[in-house]
């Protein structure tokens, strides 16, 4: 089975967070001697405070910090136990302040997080199922995890989609006794708000739907006594619902709240609620300063704040409004999204903005699709009318400037949000960016390009020559599966001189939405692939095809234009898969060390996936084995004698221009037998029209392994390779089959490789391409692995987000 370094998220993660570090707009350190919660200070230079979560300011407050003074007089720093054994004497009170804010029983943990770690696994059985709403908070997805490992049902459906959510509930609520539909109340990027009385209405029309609410960032600006948004939408807790929340954000202390429709529920958390049975609990200080904050809660004064709140949310909207920013939501929250499309243009318009002394921050990838990174702005009461309608123009200044030295145009960045202006865009704006130096060029068939230029840029890479292209083109049209129909297109880039800067080739093709995920994974959407062929899997735009390999972009990265080449090259490929509703976008096999692509390439809010090695023989400067041998390490040399030249002995190996149609059967036959037992790399089967065509041209040929008669009655062959000849010289080992009644005993593959190694050297071969995976074995054989990536950009993350939550990895 062929071995893949799945790409680690937490690796995606920190290369995404180290660009915006080295911009200078993450991991900073405010230098302020006194905060007031207007103003943060770097470097000391004052900035404009458009980052907080602390709403309302009250971390501000005097009372609160008094409160929290007198704490630490009374009871110290710290109150090093476990609650299950003593609470701190402030823990009564703050609970009987805060049930009587909600009027529903309640429990008190250090912080949110830990709260779903402790109510999650305590309440949730195995005969319930799980459903997640796609952006629901990552802590809440992370105590889900724990459950599906032992077995709990999860599922996830897309942001907000109460159709969607409708139809899982028919469908499965016979199977289930509770369904717990799991949110967030405002989510805490774009600052939508949740439907809370369609969740309800759907809930009381079915009796398993239960709901599980997390209002992190609803806490305290809004509803009565600061209980949040989503009280703000009910008359008392829901009977069927648990709500969360914060007390770190809007509220002005720290720790986490979960509110319980019976007390039954709440016995069981507080007794014993998992990580918060032997945690420690919370600090006197914090449990000062959040009594204090109850108090404020339960008083008018709350709602004099949320009032001057509101004003001065209303009033950013209607700034906003005035100009022709991308604002991804307008509603009633205090936090504000303003798209930048590419993480590259949020880096920089960040950067200016604190240059210009005004804080905001970035989103990124994963908290939003690698192309719809864009600016957090939050606006709270320390704000006065006078900072938001500086911030507001200074945005909209350094937005325009940003976009014009990035040759790009605010129409650009709706179509990445899916979303139309919601006002008139000057029509300067719309016109299409244009180089005169460059000139682009794109063709639907290999034959309207030269085979000459063709052959002189990508020819002698690999199979994808001008005839290797036209046999593609062939094999993969006027087939019965729609999978097994691509449409190409091919992509010149030219100077202003003529010569070509950029050349390559996509396909847009059906593919498995799968391809690069564990094959843990991919062996569960296999078995529902069986009743439902087209599961999860959508149209993409791929560089090069689902069937070659190799690196299939040629770019001059001499020429002073190679990047606005390459961001032309994108444009267009942004509008075939407007055209064909492409899911996804992937530019691969790209040296992996190749630091200034990856940076270029993830600045255009692409993601980095690792392929598998490519391995390839260069070295032909051997005239017998012992010469062969002697280009191996000292290791590889003992294993080729173990493992592949103490088995050759077993087999007759033919080369073959052409089989008959029985030998054809089964060539395909081995073929399959190899594919099903590899989802390494998951994709659909290829047509019996590829191996009929390659039986039919005489740029391929096969080589044919049978056992030895003394050995074996089989017949047929036990191994058949299927291998391009490039006219550059160049010999690729493409597919193979397998009898895998011989493979282990014999080492089929092993053989394989050593026999394509030979017909390599005999063709006068410069390289022998021997394809991706199966490192090991083709080392012995003298091939060199090369470390390749993938560029991938979706439309958003919702399937990769869904297969990672909801079905329960193993160890591949």
Not at 521 to 543: C, G
């Amino acid at each position: 089975m062929a071995k893949i370094r799945h790409n680690n998220i937490i690796d995606t993660v920190d290369e995404v967070f180290s660009l915006a570090k080295n911009n200078g707009i993450i991991h900073l350190y405010a230098d302020d001697y006194q905060l007031d919660g207007r103003y943060l200070s770097f470097d000391k230079r004052k900035a404009l405070h458009f980052g907080t979560c602390g709403y309302l300011g009250l971390e501000h407050h005097p009372a609160i910090k008094d409160m929290a003074i007198e704490a630490i007089q009374r009871y110290g720093t710290q109150f090093p136990m476990s609650k299950t054994y003593v609470s701190n004497p402030l823990y009564s009170e703050l609970e009987h302040l805060i049930e009587n804010m909600y009027n529903a029983p309640v429990v008190i943990s250090k912080n949110c997080t830990l709260s779903h770690q402790a109510v999650i696994p305590t309440i949730i059985r195995q005969s319930d199922l799980i459903i997640l709403d796609h952006q629901v908070h990552t802590s809440v997805q992370e105590a889900v995890k724990k459950l599906l490992s032992q077995g709990v049902d999860v599922e996830m459906i897309r942001h907000s989609n109460l159709e969607m959510l409708e139809d899982r509930v028919k469908k499965t609520r016979s199977k289930y006794k509770k369904i717990w539909y799991m949110a967030d109340g405002i989510y805490s990027m774009y600052g939508d708000l949740a439907p809370i009385k369609e969740l309800i209405a759907l809930a009381d029309k079915y009796d398993q739907l239960h709901l599980y609410i997390d209002d992190a960032h609803g806490m305290s600006w809004a509803g009565k006594h600061g209980t949040g948004y989503v009280m703000s939408q009910m008359d008392g807790l829901y009977e069927k619902m648990i709500l969360t929340t914060t007390m770190g954000k809007g509220f002005g202390s720290c720790g986490g709240l979960t509110l319980f429709p019976n007390k039954e529920w709440q016995r069981k958390v507080k007794i014993f609620g998992g990580p918060l049975t032997f945690s420690v609990q919370m600090e006197p200080p914090v449990l000062g300063a959040s009594l204090a904050s109850a108090k404020i809660h339960l008083s008018e004064e709350i709602t004099v704040y949320q009032d001057e709140l509101q004003q001065k949310i209303a009033y950013c909207n209607e700034l906003i409004d005035a100009t022709d920013l991308p604002l991804i939501r307008e509603n009633i929250s205090p936090i504000f999204y303003i798209g930048t499309g590419t993480l590259g243009v949020g880096n920089k318009l960040i950067a200016k903005l604190l240059e210009d002394g005004v804080y905001v921050s970035l989103a990124p990838f994963p908290s939003v699709p690698a192309k719809n990174t864009g600016v957090r702005i939050t606006v709270s009461r320390n704000n006065t009318k006078e900072d938001i309608e500086e911030m507001v123009n200074k945005l909209d200044f350094h937005m325009s400037n940003t976009l014009r030295e990035n040759n790009l145009t605010k129409s650009k960045i709706w179509e990445a949000f899916k979303m139309s202006p919601k006002k008139r865009v000057k029509e300067d704006e719309l016109k299409k960016i244009d180089d005169p130096k460059i000139i682009l060029a794109v063709h639907d068939s290999i034959t309207k390009i030269h085979k000459n230029v063709w052959n002189e840029h990508l020819g002698h890479r690999g199979m994808f020559d001008w005839e290797g292209m036209r046999f593609l083109e062939k094999s993969f049209s006027g087939n019965v599966e729609k999978e097994s129909n691509w449409k190409f297109r091919y992509y010149e880039v030219k100077d202003a001189n003529g010569k070509v800067v950029l050349m390559t080739v996509f396909v847009i093709a059906l593919y498995k939405e799968d391809m690069f995920s564990r094959v843990s994974i991919s062996k569960v959407l296999e078995e529902e692939r069986l009743i439902n062929p087209y599961h999860l899997t959508s149209n993409a735009l791929v560089m090069g095809s689902l069937f070659t390999e190799g690196n299939h972009m040629y770019i001059d990265r001499m020429s002073l234009v190679w990047k606005q080449s390459l961001l032309k090259l994108i444009d267009s490929v942004y509008g075939e898969q407007k055209s064909h509703d492409a899911s996804s976008i992937i530019f691969r096999d790209f040296e992996a060390e190749d630091d200034e692509m990856h940076g270029f390439m993830m600045e255009q809010g692409f993601v980095k996936v690792e392929m598998p090695e490519s391995c390839v023989i260069e070295n032909f400067d051997w005239e017998d084995e012992i010469a062969f041998k002697n280009t191996l390490t000292k290791k590889n040399k003992k294993h080729f004698n173990r493992y592949v030249k103490k088995y050759e002995k077993f087999f007759n190996v033919e080369i073959r221009n052409e089989l008959n149609e029985e030998e054809l059967q089964h060539a395909i036959k081995l073929f399959r037998n190899v594919r099903d037992n590899n989802l390494a790399i998951n994709s659909f089967d290829f047509p019996e029209k590829l191996f009929q065509e390659m039986n039919n041209n005489p740029i391929w040929e096969f080589v044919l392994l049978y056992m030895k008669g003394e050995y074996s009655d089989e017949r047929k062959p036990v191994g058949i390779c299927f291998c391009h000849k490039n006219p550059s010289q160049v010999y690729s080992f493409m597919l193979i089959g397998m009898d895998y009644d011989y493979v282990h005993e014999y080492g089929v593959y092993r053989q394989a490789l050593h026999h394509i190694a030979k017909r390599a050297k005999e063709l006068g071969s410069k390289r022998a391409n021997f394809g991706i995976s199966a490192v090991i074995e083709k080392k012995r054989v003298g091939a060199m692995p090369h470390a390749k990536v993938a560029y991938v950009q979706a439309k958003d993350n919702y399937v990769m987000e869904m297969l990672e939550s909801t079905v329960a990895l193993e160890k591949d």
